[in-house]
């Protein structure tokens, strides 16, 4: 009897005294799409040079809870690069990025140069309507293979004034549209790693213009691999390659 009362006081004596003290660990993952302040992500392109993009800040608006990327060196205005947003927000499972600057930017210098040309010598200015929707849906949460879905679908409608004259203006139309697939799901290796899980996630966009009633289109596509609670791992466009070389999350 004593035998089995000596191991039975040292259990409840345990249990009593130490309970607060044992603890089960447990392994926290960062978020499926990483957005803590202080994630970093530094990459390379093809031609060797190197850019970081930084979650620095957020960006509370009074209809959305937006957070800050900040690119070094900063991003050019003539840089049209729709997943190269200056800010961004998750709601709903779904990752949205704000690009109503770079719809902006790409109004004011690609159309404004396209125009120029024909009307070269005249003082052009450039008038649109506001943007009633300019986030692209980078994707929904989680990514599944096969996938697809528009990231992206606005008109944008203004008009072309020539030496500040009411009577010599014309109306325009911009049509953007961004359509996006996952085209699968593999291992990958870049600088910084070597990544299971890792999705290909193909972008195509197509602009289309409309000026005095000529159309003009671009096409063009983008591909990323993105790793669930890493971020985007690598990038192809026209231009090459551009890799992830190190990277911070918080």
Not at 97 to 106: L, P, R
Request: charged share 25%.
């Amino acid at each position: 009897m004593k035998m089995l009362f000596l191991p039975l006081c040292s259990v409840l004596l345990l249990i009593a005294c130490g309970s607060d003290e044992i603890h089960e660990l447990t392994e926290t993952k960062p978020n499926y799409f990483p957005d803590a302040i202080g994630s970093r992500w530094v990459y390379q392109n093809a031609d060797g040079s190197k850019w970081t993009r930084e979650i620095t800040d957020g960006n509370d608006s009074e209809e959305k809870d937006y957070q800050t990327f900040t690119y070094i060196p900063p991003v050019s205005e003539a840089e049209i690069d729709f997943l190269k947003s200056k800010s961004f927000r998750v709601a709903q499972n779904q990752i949205f990025f704000d690009i109503g600057e770079k719809i902006d930017n790409y109004i004011q210098t690609d159309l404004l140069t396209s125009v120029k040309d024909e009307f070269e010598g005249l003082e052009i200015n450039v008038a649109f309507e506001p943007i009633p929707l300019s986030e692209l849906l980078f994707f929904q949460i989680p990514l599944t293979a096969n996938s697809q879905w528009d990231a992206l679908d606005i008109k944008v409608n203004g008009n072309i004034m020539l030496q500040n004259l009411t009577l010599l203006q014309f109306p325009f139309e911009v049509h953007f549209n961004i359509k996006g697939e996952v085209i699968s799901q593999d291992t990958i290796e870049t600088p910084a790693g070597r990544f299971e899980n890792t999705f290909e996630v193909k972008y195509s966009t197509k602009i289309v213009q409309t000026v005095l009633s000529n159309e003009e289109s671009t096409v063009n596509n983008q591909t990323i691999w993105f790793v669930p609670h890493v971020g985007i791992v690598r990038m192809e466009d026209e231009r090459g390659v551009t890799e992830l070389i190190e990277y911070v999350l918080k």
